[in-house]
């Protein structure tokens, strides 16, 4: 009996030493502040004052950090995918459908209402009429490209039972294109553009939300072909292999969805860039400083990892970039991170380009912001997914939170 108890109480000691060990590990050892699988900044405490601890604020904080600081967290988060994937071969795991080869991302069941839809399309096209009488007001010109996201790209990819958006892409895309032709305001959409492309599988990524570098190149050619036939312009458009020596890296390249499976799926993908034969000297500031002149945050070996955020170094709140040839006209990018690989193309036909992401940017409105510059042309791309929503760069006459 003793030798029982003796037992029960090493099995207990042990757990708890267990226990006290992991929490000291956790507490001790060194903060990071961003999950790189993850892609998001870790929690951290709140302020220790009288105040927060009185008010709550700071007992409240102590539990996300404690949980996303956790000794070895990182090994059973990543033991716990590989289980889902390997041993319960579940459809979604990590909020990432792995189908034919490719991860894409998961979809919330929905039923797409019609008139909401609708509504939602007449707004945001009202308020893009209200953008492009801005920049019509000065004498500039204004164009709105809407390209797909990997969800649209890959919908065939997507398991019967799974949500890969047809429905609500079926109702939103009309919608949309008809409010905005009653308004009279130029729409690019890029769905057809790729489709008459024949949609190939390497113009967007396996293993994340956005296009591949081809992708993003028939997108900068379809607006600058549009630019020139609306303007009667000349625009400059690099053709691959002639005037742009087009590079695969050979660094690994994970993709957002293959960082939330901590790297178990590898889609074999690696990124692409594409330099111009004939370069064009450039100076670029971002957020108002000066920085170097260069459009690619190439990654100092050909071994380390590299993230979308090689394309402009990622997404920039303001970047300004001067070639210093004043007798092309000036254009203004804005949108979100599908800019990024456009911009690294885009300046080589301007004098001057800037871009905003109103994720990031907060000292004026873009409306103000165009009214105080007065680019030639402005262009707003955004994907499918955010085409109705009034968020950041959905929302050009307010400062953004």
Excluded at 81 to 92: E, K, M, Q, S, Y
Aim: charged share 20%; hydrophobic share 40%; proline share 6%.
């Amino acid at each position: 009996m003793r030798s029982h108890k003796f037992a029960d109480w090493f099995i207990i000691l042990g757990f708890l030493g267990f226990l006290a060990l992991a929490l000291v590990v956790t507490l001790v050892r060194p903060k990071s502040g961003w999950s790189y699988y993850e892609n998001r900044n870790l929690a951290r405490p709140a302020e220790l004052t009288v105040e927060t601890v009185l008010d709550g604020t700071f007992p409240a904080s102590v539990e996300p950090v404690l949980q996303d600081h956790a000794a070895g967290r990182n090994t059973l988060l990543k033991l716990s995918a590989w289980a889902d994937l390997h041993l319960f071969h579940r459809p979604v795991v990590n909020e990432v459908v792995p189908s034919e080869g490719m991860l894409l991302g998961f979809n919330a069941y929905e039923t797409p209402d019609p008139a909401y839809i609708t509504a939602r399309a007449e707004e945001m096209a009202g308020t893009l009429a209200q953008l492009r009488d801005v920049v019509e007001g000065y004498g500039g010109h204004f164009c709105y490209v809407a390209v797909p996201g990997q969800y649209t790209y890959f919908a065939g990819a997507y398991p019967d039972f799974l949500n890969s958006r047809e429905a609500y892409t079926a109702l939103e895309l009309p919608a949309f294109t008809q409010a905005m032709a009653e308004r009279g305001v130029p729409l690019l959409d890029m769905g057809p553009v790729l489709e008459a492309a024949g949609s190939p599988r390497e113009l967007y990524s396996l293993a994340d939300y956005h296009y591949q570098f081809g992708g993003a190149y028939l997108t900068y050619q379809a607006i600058l072909e549009e630019l020139n036939s609306a303007l009667d312009l000349d625009l400059a458009v690099l053709e691959e292999g002639e005037d742009l020596e087009v590079q695969t890296l050979p660094n690994p390249y994970l993709g957002s969805r293959g960082r939330k499976l901590f790297g178990l799926e590898d889609c074999g993908e690696h990124l692409t860039i594409g330099l111009p034969r004939e370069p064009v000297p450039f100076t670029r500031s971002d957020n108002g400083g000066e920085t170097a002149s260069t459009v690619y945050a190439l990654p100092a070996t050909e071994t380390e990892d590299v993230l979308y955020a090689l394309y402009m170094g990622g997404d920039v709140g303001e970047t300004v970039i001067q070639t210093g040839r004043p007798e092309l006209p000036s254009i203004l990018i804005y949108g979100d991170s599908f800019t990024n690989p456009v911009e690294c193309l885009m300046y080589y036909s301007f004098d001057e380009m800037r871009s905003i992401d109103l994720r990031h940017y907060k000292d004026m409105t873009l409306a103000d912001y165009i009214q105080t510059y007065q680019p030639d042309i402005v262009v707003g791309i955004r994907d499918y997914e955010a085409l109705l929503s009034s968020d950041y760069n959905g929302s050009p006459f307010a400062i953004q939170p």
